[in-house]
DNA sequence: TTATTTAATTGCAATATTACGATTAATATT
DNA sequence: AATATTAATCGTAATATTGCAATTAAATAA
């Protein structure tokens, strides 16, 4: 069928899975290193960096962008993207959440 | 066209993409919470808890089992599955990285 | 006004993912 | 042996994702 049955989860499990589905792709991780590295974050230099047409990288950005991990500066005919800190961090309180359960469980099953 | 092109970005770009890629779904979410909640882990609980068919649960574990996260312990007739801890650590480890990358940058730039 | 520059949008092709019915495989039970 | 139980696999349908050429939109420069 190719559609996720979201309403038989919890808001929660649906968030983890939407923060998780904006690293699921090397281009988007190559994205927010860039963006975290660079001090001069245009959309232009994003689509030299990594090597995908702008289109492409134009519709990861968009993606990124709904998510509420960066936003968007324009500047003229040019924009300026940089990480929305502030969400960021409430996207790795989640996440961290969920990858720490490991610390508070005892030992293996099987 | 569908393709990643992943020969185009680094190793580690990859990793940590194939990593979310496992929580990018709700139901691998679940299942990964169920088995760090529960000490019995066998499969048809999986999927009694969770709202999916057999072959649907069947399917996520083993993409889950690809990439090391769980291992299945047969016991009869049943599998008993259960996290991997110690490549739940080293996931954690690839992922943390990435996600701690806002306490090591300045400011915004735009 | 007429280029030029930069990035978003549209349209489309190809591959990937999600889901499940039907079947199969393997073990356990009678 | 015949049946039951449990989970994997196969086949298939439907939706999602990735990628880019072509175009459009918006602002700047000539």
Chains 1, 2 share one sequence.
């Not at 923060?19 to 245009?42: G, N």
């Not at 519709?59 to 962008?65: A, F, I």
């Not at 005919?77 to 720490?100: A, P």
Request: net charge negative; charged share 25%; aromatic share 8%.
């Amino acid at each position: 069928m190719g559609l996720t049955k979201s309403e038989i989860f919890t808001d929660t499990q649906n968030d983890i899975a939407s923060f998780a589905k904006a690293f699921a792709h090397p281009a988007r991780v190559a994205i927010l290193q860039q963006l975290f590295k660079m001090d001069s974050c245009y959309c232009g230099n994003l689509v030299d960096e990594i090597g995908l047409a702008q289109p492409t990288i134009s519709q990861h950005l968009k993606e990124l962008r709904n998510l509420g991990l960066i936003k968007g500066n324009v500047e003229g005919t040019s924009v300026c993207y940089c990480i929305d800190k502030e969400n960021w961090q409430k996207m790795k309180e989640v996440l961290m959440l969920f990858l720490d359960q490991d610390t508070q469980t005892k030992d293996e099953c099987c």
